[in-house]
């Protein structure tokens, strides 16, 4: 009966939470929001700045839109302040541009109202302003529909774990443990604003770019449009981004920038504890063991540092992975070919490489060394049919998933002469590690990659930290007193792992003949160059070294005894939190603050290394400008949104040309009004050229259209993600998914 009512009451809780969203809906939809427009005349100039009267304003979200003329590119500014609040209204502004004439960015109003007042920074040369209008639009309700979303969602989940019962007390332990450590690995989250990193800047403009796309009609995004004063920039083509478009919708729903990158990373620790978790879990075939190192790998201080103070959103998402893809490995060496469970090991590693593909195409790079090692040394075991079975379905479904992302990439790779193809002449070896870093114990936040200008004087955190360092001496120790004869695939696997670990943080150090291996060949020469950072290698390290943490608790009780192994746990288990604690303080402490709501605030120009531009642009040598005309060629009208741009021409000579302001990237076409396809070549700084035929006079529409391949690969990969999902969902594999790593 209790049960009954407890069900009963689950339902009618359900009820009243859809009700509440269709009434938020329903608000969104139909609410009238209000349009606040000002004159030229409303302004007025106070020293250095333009300002608005004051204005007050409920809470809510709005569009701020100003005309405007100026003088040059990046000397004015335009935000909206609060003098009465400032902490009540978030607004991260924009530059002003000469060619542009107009503006529009986000402003948010908290809870309860504030008075808003539109200052303009006036830098060199005149500025005046046309108008400006501030429009309410309804995304404080979707934002508020999405919050209310996920907190049913949690509500609803643990109120349903509680009702199934029964559970035993080393189930609770876990589900409690794996809450607790997604919140301890999610401590630095737990402030206002974001922590400033080497790579933060070029990953928000990444959001914001995929958020821009969506918007401007683009799926998948392939060219991000408002990138380098909008000529876009083929970001999305090069560098995986499947994930990302998680916070680019959060923006599209309103929230904030910061908002939308603090959730990612928070879902980015939830995925990364309990796929580890699961993985491990598998491995060793132990709950505990597992959870021991999820929290290890969850925790380590590489991931952390690549997480918060490095920003580097690419390595951070490929590392959820990465346990996945050992998992398999593992089991599929280890595992018994006849086994019925052992033929579907190739879900796993699909799944697991098609994920770091879509993310950080580097860390792929350094997975399949690692596995091309591990297959010589076993390739005794590699070479039974069933096991080359297995690699071979993976291998097809890691492209069938990936197809979508690696099509275009190769395409653009291949025949577009970009930034990336030049740079085979960059050497890593000054960018290694020292020895030190691999022992020291307690890491600081730090501020300083540069070990040749500045040693070890206030490093970053690059290295593996205590509790991994632990873990390899205590394996070592008992390896060498001989308490590791037994013979089975754990123990191979530790020695093996061992070995591996040891030389993935050797690859990682200053010391390591980079440079002679990079002037091998051709070959070795872009492979090298394009590792970068020598301290990736510590990812492959701190993936083996938390296998080989949970080794060591295995190893203890076979020769020390349950008691034994519990006390093992514990000292990693305090090792792991205190040294997570300690960094992460660090973190909070020194790592500086990023208030941050508008990727707009960020400008357009900036692009890290440059990678995917087109090669021989000088990134000073773009700006936002007009169309520009050959000899002959009149402008009669021009409008660009994203990456369209249509002009009304006139070619009073012969023939001539006419240039965008988009960069040439293959995909671009340009029609006349008629239907005629005009050609198109590398103009100034590669800018789209356009050639006009004598007497020309009519509309020239110049879009950016995905090959029918591209969309052939997306295609491939949709049935291949729906076909899985079916057999799963209608039973056509006899065993739930979980039982795929069993072996």
Request: glycine letters at 10%; hydrophobic letters at 45%.
């Amino acid at each position: 009966m209790k049960s009954l009512g407890s069900k009963r009451i689950f339902h009618i809780c359900i009820f009243m939470e859809l009700l509440l969203l269709l009434l938020c809906t329903a608000i969104a939809l139909f609410r009238e929001n209000k349009v606040y427009t000002f004159s030229s005349a409303d302004f007025v100039r106070d020293g250095g700045y333009l300002k608005s009267v004051p204005i007050e304003l409920p809470r809510g979200v709005y569009r701020v839109a100003l005309e405007y003329t100026c003088e040059g590119t990046m000397r004015h500014f335009c935000t909206v302040e609060s003098p009465d609040d400032p902490e009540g209204l978030l607004c991260s502004g924009e530059h002003l541009s000469d060619t542009q004439g107009i503006t529009d960015f986000d402003l948010w109003i908290k809870a309860g109202g504030a008075t808003a007042l539109v200052r303009i920074l006036c830098g060199e040369g005149p500025l005046s302003v046309q108008g400006l209008s501030i429009r309410q639009t309804s995304r404080d309700m979707s934002r508020m529909i999405c919050l209310l979303l996920a907190v049913f969602l949690l509500a609803d989940g643990l109120y349903l774990y509680r009702l199934r019962g029964q559970k035993s007390g080393e189930s609770r332990l876990i589900f409690r443990g794996l809450c607790a450590m997604i919140a301890c690995s999610s401590m630095p989250l737990l402030v206002r604003s974001i922590y400033p990193g080497s790579d933060i800047t070029y990953h928000l403009l990444r959001i914001g770019n995929i958020k821009d796309g969506l918007l401007d009609g683009q799926f998948p995004v392939r060219i991000d449009p408002s990138w380098l004063y909008g000529h876009g920039y083929a970001s999305s083509v090069c560098y995986g981004d499947i994930f990302l478009y998680l916070p680019a919708v959060l923006r599209i729903l309103g929230f904030t920038l910061q908002e939308s990158y603090a959730c990612f990373l928070f879902l980015l620790n939830a995925a990364t504890c309990l796929i580890s978790y699961y993985s491990f879990r598998r491995v060793f075939g132990d709950e505990k063991i597992g959870l021991l190192c999820s929290a290890a790998y969850t925790l380590s201080v590489y991931r952390l540092f690549k997480m918060y103070s490095w920003g580097a959103l690419g390595e951070a998402q490929s590392i959820v992975f990465l346990p996945l893809i050992f998992c398999a490995v593992y089991l599929i060496f280890t595992g018994d070919p006849k086994d019925r469970a052992y033929g579907r090991l190739w879900i796993p590693l699909g799944f697991g490489f098609a994920g770091i593909i879509q993310c950080h195409i580097l860390t792929v790079e350094l997975c399949v060394l690692f596995l091309a090692a591990a297959c010589l040394v076993l390739w005794k075991r590699l070479f039974r049919p069933g096991t080359l079975l297995v690699f071979v379905k993976g291998v097809l479904w890691t492209t069938a998933l990936s197809a979508w992302f690696v099509i275009p990439f190769l395409d653009y790779y291949l025949n577009v002469d970009m930034v990336i193809h030049h740079v085979s002449a960059r050497t890593i070896q000054e960018a290694g590690l020292y020895p030190a870093n691999l022992l020291f114990a307690f890491f600081l936040r730090g501020s300083s990659r540069d070990f040749v200008a500045s040693g070890m004087r206030d490093m970053e955190a690059l290295g593996i930290g205590l509790p991994l360092t632990a873990a390899a001496m205590s394996l070592l120790f008992l390896w060498f007193f001989g308490y590791m004869k037994q013979k089975s695939g754990l123990i191979s696997a530790a020695k093996l792992a061992v070995i591996f670990a040891v030389f993935s943080m050797l690859m990682s150090l200053s010391c390591f003949p980079w440079t002679r291996i990079q002037f091998l060949n051709g070959i070795t020469e872009k492979l090298v160059s394009s590792i970068q950072y020598p301290n990736r290698f510590l990812m492959i390290g701190t993936l083996l070294l938390t296998f080989i943490l949970g080794v060591c608790t295995v190893v203890v009780k076979d020769v020390f005894g349950q008691k034994a192994r519990v006390g093992t746990m514990a000292v990693f288990c305090v090792l792991i939190l205190v040294t997570a604690f300690f960094y992460q303080s660090s973190i909070v402490r020194d790592g500086g603050t990023l208030f941050l709501y508008d990727e707009k605030g960020l400008g357009t120009g900036y692009l890290s290394g440059a990678e995917y531009l087109r090669y021989g642009v000088g990134q000073s040598e773009l700006s936002f400008h007009a169309p520009l005309p050959g000899e002959g060629i009149e402008i009669l009208d021009y409008e660009k949104t994203g990456l369209e741009a249509n002009l009304h021409l006139k070619n009073k000579g012969g023939d001539s040309y006419v240039e965008v302001p988009l960069q040439h990237y293959k995909g671009y076409t340009a029609l006349s009004d008629a239907g005629e396809a005009l050609k198109l070549e590398d103009g100034t700084h590669c800018d789209i050229r356009v050639l006009i035929p004598a007497g020309f006079e009519g509309e020239v529409t110049v879009r950016f259209h995905p090959f029918w391949y591209w969309r052939a690969g997306e295609l491939i990969s949709l049935l291949s993600l729906l076909g899985i999902t079916g057999f799963f969902l209608y039973g056509k594999l006899n065993r739930p998914i979980g039982n795929c790593f069993r072996s």
